[in-house]
């Protein structure tokens, strides 16, 4: 069985510790450093949202030998088991189907007996922190907001503590937290690997930040994301990130409200966005800021430990394909190419399964990545501004 060993807080320099044990018997430690905070803060709420991160950071190391069966000392309600399963279920779709899994084979909590969960706490703190990528969806975000002359802290989750700098354009100090995963024992472990729920881990690190700091707001940048699924194993919908839809989010807050604070939420407000509005939004708002600074490929730029500061595009991966079809009815072709060494990548012949995939035509499955439904990058190809090549 995969085991919950317990976490830690070290106080004085705001570090905690999750530590978990694989069905092999590997024992995970990770390790997240959180900005020391400038005044007080509830210890409580703190308390219930790093039970949360312990949670939800555990499907990194149980992916790598999964299991029916987990044990998790601290007590839970029905609540609490259903989201739980859910999370290590619908949130590892992907994984289950690259490995030949089922929603049987992945991890179902189960409630305690006669346990009553203690009710939310009242909290005081107010603001927003806003998690920033350097992507154009995050920094659409910050531009929204700055245009309202709100306030806010740029949030960047890093394995290396060095962040993107186009990340200093956005005016307020950003704040770092600096992620180690136990990479080690992942490689001695030599499980499974594949794709766990990210935006939970991201938004739940973000949280805990956003108590120490006194605020109450934790601010994505998530359109109308997740919605398609690519296929399904029986009743287990294949999501590449589950915990982007709105289902998750919805989720995530009832969890808040019902176990940690009515006062805290995550929002995203480009949530009623589709990928191509935010594309058209951010090329009317950003582009002449942000244009030759910012990037949406996973490839280039997030890979883990590897120094990051200034974004580039690999031009060969699905995120770049899908930001090439969502610029192109708005950007001119010569300017977007600039990203991509003065290449069209229509006329790529390593992409055309890619964008075959994405446009949802000639037997290709979408691919695995966060990109638009097939509907609207067919919308954006179809209105594709003269100079492009056709696919």
Known sequence: MFKFLGYDFDYVNTTAYFNYQGADGTNFQEKIIFKKPKTSYNYQILDRALFLAFIIIGTSYYKSHPTRKILLIDEI???????????????????????????????????????????????????????????????????????????????????????????????????????????????????????????????????????LDNKNEVITSIGQEGIEPATKIDDLKINHQWSKTPTAETLYNKYLHSYISKKLSVQSPLRSYTELEIAEQFAKKCWDK??????????????????NEKLTWCGKCAKCANSYLLFCPYIPAKEQQKLFAGQDLFSDPDLTDIFNGLLGQNGQMKPFECVGTVAELREAYQNKLPGYKNI
């Open 77 to 211: 309600d029905n609540f609490q088991a259903k989201f739980f399963s859910t999370i290590y279920q619908e949130g590892l779709s992907q994984f289950a189907y690259e490995n030949h899994l089922s929603r049987k084979d992945l991890a179902k909590f189960q409630p305690s007996k006669n346990y009553t969960a203690q009710p939310p706490l009242d909290y005081s703190g107010t603001g927003k922190i806003v998690l920033q990528s350097g992507g154009k969806d995050s920094l659409l975000t910050a531009t929204l907001l700055l245009e309202k002359n709100e306030d806010f802290t740029p949030l960047y989750i890093s394995a290396t503590g060095k962040y993107p700098k186009v990340l200093d354009e956005l005016g307020p100090t950003s704040t770092i937290i600096t992620r180690q995963i136990d990479l080690s024992n992942l490689k001695k472990s030599a499980g499974l690997n594949g794709h766990v729920p990210a935006t939970y881990i991201i938004q739940t690190l973000a949280l805990i930040q956003a108590i």
């Open 290 to 307: 942000y244009g030759n600074k910012f990037s949406s490929c996973n490839i280039a730029n997030y890979k883990q430990g590897e120094i």
